[in-house]
């Protein structure tokens, strides 16, 4: 849920941002939202939505597995490898 919420909240973010750099363009939002005041508020609690989320995300990813960790960052889980019976090699 909260991955699903990630995308949510950078789409509100990259918005809210855009109307708060350039006013003078964004008067329409600004008036569908509610004024600046408002845009500001709703920046303000996505940008403390990733900042709670991305400590409890290290902190999940750095209680699991270390493997799980490096799948992070290669895509790929180093397995041991079983080993081969000898019925199996006949």
Do not use: D
């Not at 789409?11 to 329409?28: D, I, K, Q, R, Y």
């Not at 400590?55 to 960790?69: C, D, I, Q, R, S």
């Amino acid at each position: 849920m909260i991955f699903s919420a990630w995308g949510f909240a950078v789409a509100v973010a990259t918005v809210t941002g855009w109307a708060m750099l350039a006013p003078n363009e964004s008067v329409l939002l600004q008036r569908l939202l509610g004024g600046l005041v408002t845009i500001r508020v709703i920046h303000y609690f996505v940008a403390c939505f990733f900042l709670a989320s991305i400590p409890l995300h290290l902190y999940l990813v750095f209680t699991e597995e270390p493997a799980k960790l490096q799948a992070m960052f290669t895509g790929y889980v180093q397995k041991e490898p079983v080993p081969i019976r000898q019925e199996e090699k006949s």
